[in-house]
């Protein structure tokens, strides 16, 4: 988020793309009843929007000045922290697009599940899905160089991690055509 990525205007597809996930957010929100969130790398608040909108006690942390900046103009509650620092635990911690930019997302995965009491949510690209693998080739041919790069993770590959910390995949949704998956995972009971 350096620079003045935070005031450029998002495309068409890109407005349409967040409608969907806040329409998918809102409505999972209301289901898990939780009494507050943590938005872990809310980038410019979008996602952050959502939660705080639901009447959840929610905060949005990031570990770019940038985007905590930007998120203070909206007037959301933010704090410039790595997720490793967090000591608070939180019914809902979310994360939106994160994940599949770094080759090793064990380490994420083991702190959501420290700092949460019941849920981990995650928003993934789904580059398995026709329209995922579409789109990161049509991304890659418009953008070429400009693009960040992500890692092609499968589904399955989140849910394998996540079960080493004991949480289950307890629901799946596809979101904007299945461009991106909504990923609930729920703790489970000590063994």
């Not at 160089?145 to 307890?170: G, P, Q, T």
Request: with cysteine; net charge positive; proline share 3%.
């Amino acid at each position: 988020w350096a620079g003045n990525n935070d005031k450029k205007k998002l495309t068409a597809l890109g407005r349409l793309m967040f409608r969907a996930k806040a329409k998918c957010l809102r409505k999972l929100i209301l289901e898990l009843q939780g009494k507050n969130a943590i938005d872990v790398g809310c980038a410019l608040g979008h996602t952050l929007e959502v939660l705080c909108e639901t009447g959840m006690e929610s905060i949005g942390i990031d570990v770019s000045e940038n985007a905590i900046e930007a998120c203070k103009r909206k007037g959301l509650p933010v704090a410039l922290q790595n997720v490793e620092d967090v000591e608070k635990q939180f019914d809902i911690v979310f994360s939106d697009g994160m994940l599949e930019h770094f080759i090793n997302f064990e380490p994420f995965v083991r702190e959501f599940c420290r700092i949460s009491n019941k849920f981990v949510v995650l928003i993934q690209p789904n580059h398995q899905s026709f329209i995922g693998r579409t789109a990161v080739y049509m991304a890659d041919m418009i953008r070429g160089d400009e693009i960040v790069y992500e890692y092609n993770y499968r589904m399955k590959d989140f849910v394998s991690v996540f079960k080493i910390y004991n949480f289950a995949l307890a629901d799946s949704r596809p979101i904007f055509g299945d461009w991106f998956r909504l990923l609930v995972f729920r703790k489970q009971p000590p063994k």
